[in-house]
């Protein structure tokens, strides 16, 4: 019985783990692609519609799930 509990436990603790990391790596690519976003803005080779665009999508999807959650 005991042996039963530690696998399971085992298992969520390995569950949330992956699903940390792969939250992070996730966050790691939007802000990599928002911080390009940012520098082609400055040096002026994009308009920054493209940058307001992209944060507007983020705070949606942001806005989206945390209502989903409620």
């Given at each position: 019985m005991a042996d039963g509990t530690h696998k399971e436990?085992?298992?969520e603790v390995s569950e949330r783990a992956y699903g940390?990391?792969?939250r992070g790596?996730?966050?790691l690519v939007v802000l990599v692609i928002f911080a390009g976003l940012a520098y082609?803005?400055?040096i002026d080779r994009i308009d920054g519609g493209a940058l307001l665009?992209?944060?507007g999508v983020l705070l949606?999807?942001?806005l989206c799930s945390?209502?989903?959650q409620k």
């Open positions: 436990r085992a298992r940390m990391v792969l790596m996730a966050a082609l803005v400055s665009l992209y944060a949606g999807y942001i945390v209502w989903r």
